[in-house]
């Protein structure tokens, strides 16, 4: 997979944040979880690059997640594709921030004509991506 394709197939997708959610396993030692629900391989939709793992990597960055309180990441596929995690703040949250989301926002409006949806309370934090049908842009 490489950032010169506008779209990946959400499979391929799924199995780039599969294996870079092996690696923060790795660096936390089970302080945050990935599960991953309602994937059919089959699905032939489309996604741009690196967009589940910005929303991991966001879940990440933003919550403080122990083994004995973890941060659990939900990436869930219906009729769009949800990323949600339960929320536990860091203490000293950054001051800048939300530019990651803008550019995915961005992204998506572009390449289907629907915008992100963003869910946000004081447990948990969801962002709905549309599916792209279309692999005309690869």
């Keep these: 997979m490489t950032s010169e394709k506008k779209l990946v197939p959400l499979k391929d997708e799924i199995e780039f944040v599969k294996n870079y959610f092996e690696l923060m396993e790795q660096k936390y030692l089970g302080d945050y979880h990935l599960t991953i629900e309602n994937h059919d391989p089959q699905l032939e939709v489309f996604v741009p ?47 800048t921030g939300g530019r990651a989301l803008k550019n995915l926002s961005t992204q998506f409006t572009l390449l289907s004509g629907t915008d992100i949806i963003i869910e946000n309370n004081d447990t948990e934090f969801k962002v709905k991506l549309p599916f792209i049908n279309s692999n005309n842009d690869i």
């Design 49 to 95: 690059p690196f967009c589940l793992q910005l929303l991991v990597e966001n879940a990440i960055e933003h919550n403080l997640g122990r083994a004995e309180n973890p941060v659990d990441i939900k990436i869930e596929i219906t009729n769009n594709i949800s990323v949600v995690n339960n929320k536990i703040p860091k203490k000293h949250k950054k001051k």
